[in-house]
């Protein structure tokens, strides 16, 4: 159900924080060589940064007061994009860092005084590197409802797929959580955790008990990693409460993918994508939106009249693309379906683009053919070159890459800053 | 590749060609009804029903060939620039029985070896030599005079491995040197090694013939009914023959589009034969020695690396490997 056409009031809800776990450097490595370059929760998605979807579903909460990312990068890196994130969603958002990893539950607890301050009734909490719609209101209504400690945002997977993640048994009734398994070896449910979740102050201070000995999870797995001081929220916290009548399940069916290596970046764009074509339609770029308004920077609002440009050849779009309006794209290349491109990317004439996402200032020459592919910062795909991929293996090509023409690139990783100058499959060129 | 030999035949007063053939393509006999208007010549096909090896063909169609007068012998697999008139004036000189045109190769341990003396009387071949013994070698063109037929017998017989060796031992065979381009273009790649040899050779004797201009590189050979696009990079090394269709941002390297074939938009194609009436769709890459067959079509944005894919087909999805397409 869209979110946009329930009615809300501010005093159906309790006032809430939003706190996303973004994690570190040192967690992203699946994600090179993209993350050698910018964090992983700012490499976009559906053409925006990856956080932004987070960050813009919690604004649209009513009574959030303010949203905390939770990490251990440098605070520098996300000063610019969180000033301006702000600002346009008009919510407050703040970067606390951690000096080390406390575990997902451990840095809540840390954090905690911070969270808490201003009385927040209940806080959501969205691991970062996930994609899906967030329906946090209908979310957070079903908290209301159900008023548990915790509750899950949970989504029926494939039998196959559900092992890779949290599982989850629910009473089909009152939809409590009776079992909980993270990453199980046999099956044990199709429903998985979604890694977005609604906790109330309690559960705050609960980990704050584990933390200072007096609560005990009884797992072997904690007291291994008790030196460490690592609380996972997923198996410190949820699994000892499952079976309590503390934690709910809220069930969805929208779209939802974990984003670890850069596979995953590529499908969840896609999704993303998708969604917004059944949804958004006005975020997505049509054959219509005229090319030199878009040099211009403007961006049509629906229903509004052009009134720049309508002369200009339509662009030859096919399916879900998004293509930011700074970039130049000549109309007779051909784009999509499931493409993003950033900012500043050039493209030139009878080039081909489907399956992929092109990062700010890419130049794609002449009849240059791109599929299944996530092309890097600032490289240069030259005329007549191939590069492509395949869902399960796509091409990638960190920051500045730059291919000699009419090669054919296969299945590659290439590395920041390579030249390739002659045709390569299935390698990872350092 | 047979008319190139033909209209060389034509040129130097030969007024019948036969072709020994053990198939017979529609496309192959439309060809023969223009080129025997254009040359003024009369071409028969004398057809094999069982295989007869080299030797066997030519007593087939001995009726056409024993008029008196001596006859040429091609193998079509074969491409030169043809010395038939050397071969004729060498061949009424010296009075032997076969002429055989011998060209210099550089690995002739690949081949069959010819030794001759002084006056190019042949003393022995050597097939395949392990060890250096010469450097000239059999170039598959000869010229007979009309008593070789009683050396022949209508069964499958090699006449390069059993007649030879024979007449050689008699003294009755003289070998004539070539000093042009030769290539045997039985196998893909040799035949577009073939083309590029034929094209660089055309480029010296008949400038005119070679394409020129922003977006031709090198030897390239357009037929004048062929269609080019816009902002396409076509060579080196290319022939697009008759009634072909080349869209707009094509790029074509060392490349063979045979007759009725349509390239669409900002295909890419490199050392690869593509067969009569194809259809490439856009967006394509085709490389390393691909054969298509006649009407084969590929559709947009494929990918095809070195593939031989039979007459008909249509390739719907990547052929990332070589591999032969039945």
Redesign the interface.
């Given at each position: 159900m869209s979110e946009e056409k329930t009615q809300n009031t501010v005093s159906e809800f309790p006032k809430t924080k939003a706190v996303i776990l973004v994690g570190g450097a040192s967690k992203g490595t699946r994600f090179r060589p993209l993350s050698l370059d910018l964090p992983k929760p700012l490499f976009p998605l559906g053409g925006k940064p990856m956080i932004e979807h987070h960050i813009e579903a919690c604004a649209r909460v009513p009574g959030l007061m303010e949203i905390i990312l939770l990490g251990f990068y440098e605070e520098s890196l996300f000063t610019s994009f969180l000033e301006l994130t702000s600002e346009r969603f008009g919510v407050p958002i703040r970067y606390l860092r951690e000096a080390k990893s406390l575990g997902t539950a451990g840095g809540l607890s840390r954090y905690s005084n911070a969270i808490l301050s201003g009385n927040p009734g209940a806080i959501f909490v969205l691991h970062c590197d996930i994609g899906c719609s967030f329906p946090l209101v209908n979310l957070l209504r079903f908290h209301v409802q159900k008023s548990p400690e915790f509750t899950i945002l949970g989504k029926v997977v494939e039998p196959g797929e559900a092992r890779k993640y949290g599982c989850m048994v629910k009473d089909p009734n009152t939809c409590e959580l009776l079992h909980y398994a993270e990453k199980p070896s046999s099956v044990v449910s199709e429903l998985i955790n979604c890694g977005v979740y609604v906790i109330s102050p309690w559960i705050l201070d609960y980990i704050g008990q584990i933390r200072n000995g007096s609560q005990s999870p009884n797992r072997v797995s904690f007291y291994m990693n008790r030196e460490n001081d690592i609380i996972r929220l997923e198996q410190d916290v949820i699994m000892p409460l499952a079976g309590k009548g503390k934690i709910y399940v809220y069930e969805m069916d929208d779209f939802w993918a974990q984003v670890k290596e850069p596979k995953t970046a590529l499908r969840c764009s896609e999704l993303y994508l998708a969604y917004y074509k059944e949804h958004k339609p006005e975020l997505l770029t049509t054959p219509t939106t005229s090319l030199r308004a878009r040099m211009d920077g403007l961006l049509f609002m629906r229903n509004q009249k052009p009134t720049v440009g309508l002369q200009e050849t339509r662009l030859n779009i096919v399916g879900a693309v998004y293509i930011h309006p700074s970039a130049k794209v000549e109309s007779n290349a051909?784009i999509g379906p499931n493409v993003t491109i950033a900012a500043g990317v050039e493209i030139a004439?009878?080039a081909?683009l489907?399956d992929c996402i092109i990062l700010e200032d890419v130049n794609i020459k002449?009849?240059a053919?791109i599929?299944h592919s996530i092309i890097g910062w600032g490289s240069i795909v030259d005329a007549?070159t191939?590069v492509?991929g395949t869902a399960e293996n796509p091409t990638i090509f960190g920051a500045g890459v730059v291919t000699e023409a009419?090669i054919?690139v296969?299945n590659c990783t290439v590395l920041p800053h390579k030249t390739l100058n002659e045709s390569c499959?299935q390698q990872i060129i350092l | 590749m047979v008319f190139h030999q033909i209209e060389a035949l034509a040129a130097v007063g030969v007024n019948e060609v036969v072709l020994a053939v053990s198939y017979q393509p529609q496309t192959m006999q439309d060809f023969l009804e223009s080129e025997q208007q254009k040359l003024g010549i009369k071409i028969t096909c004398s057809r094999e029903t069982e295989p007869l090896g080299t030797a066997g063909p030519i007593k087939l169609a001995e009726s056409l060939l024993n008029d008196g007068e001596p006859f040429f012998v091609l193998n079509s697999d074969i491409i030169c620039d043809y010395p038939f008139q050397k071969m004729l004036d060498f061949h009424r000189k010296h009075g032997g029985m076969g002429t055989i045109l011998v060209t210099q190769v550089e690995e002739p341990s690949k081949y069959g070896v010819v030794l001759f003396d002084k006056t190019g009387k042949i003393e022995r071949f050597v097939e395949k030599p392990p060890k250096f013994v010469g450097n000239r070698i059999n170039a598959g063109a000869y010229l007979f005079s009309p008593s070789i037929l009683q050396k022949l017998v209508l069964r499958a017989t090699s006449i390069e491995k059993e007649v030879f060796p024979e007449l050689a031992a008699e003294g009755l065979l003289y070998a004539v040197e070539l000093d042009s381009f030769w290539a045997d273009i039985g196998q893909p790649k040799d035949y577009l090694t073939g083309m590029c040899l034929y094209l660089s050779n055309l480029r010296n004797k008949d400038p005119k013939s070679i394409q020129y201009g922003p977006d031709f590189i090198g030897n390239v050979l357009v037929d004048p009914s062929a269609k080019i696009g816009q902002?396409c990079r076509l060579g080196p090394d290319c022939v697009i023959g008759r009634d072909c269709v080349v869209e707009?941002?094509v790029?074509l390297?060392r490349t063979t589009l045979l007759p009725g074939t349509r390239v669409k938009?900002?295909s890419?194609i490199?050392d690869s034969i593509i067969g009569w009436q194809c259809t490439i769709g856009?967006?394509v890459?085709i490389?390393n020695n691909t054969v298509l067959g006649e009407d084969v079509s590929v559709s947009d944005?494929i990918?095809v690396n070195g593939a031989s894919v039979l007459p008909h087909k249509n390739v719907t999805t990547d052929i990332?490997d070589p591999t032969i397409l039945m």
């Open positions: 051909k004439a009878g081909r489907k002449e009849h053919f599929s007549w191939r492509q009419e054919v296969r499959h | 902002n707009d941002g790029r390297i938009s900002h890419w490199s856009e967006w890459r490389e944005e990918y990332p």
